[in-house]
């Protein structure tokens, strides 16, 4: 079996290009493509042999793969099979010919990005599948960019309140349930952040002091349906038996019509 690589493309502003590889079992489609790739500005590997390809993705995987669903000795799909064995995921594209439709939405459902079909207007459209594909994988990459900086904010402001000894919480005015409670919240109550957030009563009832709790209740049910900001010390039993001073703070939320929705707070 003949076998074509080549590499085309290059850098842009000092940034690396995106690779793609392209199988393909028929060597004269495959130099039209690489010459095509090469004039939309990829770099471009492409290969007859999926042996030889196999081998190559390991040193440097595609950041697109595009896949023939006809390899010769192989189908695309044992191709496939054959990275995850590897344990080498790469996102593809299924290269299909005509009437072999069915084919390529099974092997969309197996995760390919998309399909294109071996007909009169291949070429033309192959750029603009390519395009869809890797603007999907960036919008991908930046959302789990965005998550992995979020996960470290919180990470950060978890450990900030915990050596400043400040907690945080949400109250829900609706049905006046602590919605949401910081770890450091937890901290200073005693409690197991596994347990999830108490209700306001039981709140009340379970920690604050006795003497204080008329107060407390007031403040909180002036909060909730005023709305009105608020700043109270009072005191709290904590699981362990231990009395603490708390000073707790907070400010309503309102929403777009200015009606109440939460209360956020400080302890």
Not at 117 to 127: R, S, T, W, Y
Not at 131 to 152: C, F, N, V, Y
């Amino acid at each position: 079996m003949n076998e074509t690589r080549g590499v085309e493309g290059g850098r842009e502003r000092g940034k690396c290009l995106p690779l793609l590889m392209v199988l393909d079992d028929d060597d004269g489609l495959l130099r039209l493509i690489s010459k095509l790739l090469s004039r939309e500005g990829y770099r471009c590997v492409t290969h007859t042999n999926p042996l030889v390809a196999l081998c190559e993705m390991q040193e440097e995987a595609p950041t697109l793969l595009l896949v023939d669903h006809r390899l010769g000795e192989m189908t695309g799909e044992e191709f496939l099979d054959r990275l995850e064995e590897m344990r080498l995921r790469v996102p593809f594209i299924v290269i299909t010919g005509q009437g072999d439709e069915r084919v390529a939405v099974h092997m969309m459902k197996q995760g390919a990005l998309d399909y294109v079909v071996k007909d009169a207007g291949f070429l033309d459209l192959l750029p603009l599948v390519i395009r869809r594909a890797l603007d999907h994988l960036e919008a991908g990459r930046r959302a789990q960019d965005a998550e992995a900086a979020l996960r470290r904010s919180e990470a950060n402001l978890a450990k900030a309140q915990q050596i400043s000894r400040l907690g945080s919480y949400e109250i829900a005015v609706e049905d006046g349930e602590l919605d949401h409670w910081s770890l450091e919240s937890y901290r200073i109550l005693g409690l197991d952040p596994a347990q999830g957030p108490i209700s306001r009563e039981e709140f009340i009832e379970r920690f604050v002091y006795p003497d204080d709790r008329d107060r407390f209740a007031a403040m909180m049910t002036r909060a909730i349906e005023e709305g009105a900001a608020y700043e109270l010390e009072f005191r709290i039993v904590r699981t362990d038996g231990t009395l603490r001073y708390l000073q707790s703070a907070g400010e309503p939320v309102r929403d777009a019509t200015g009606r109440l929705v939460r209360v956020i707070g400080t302890t």
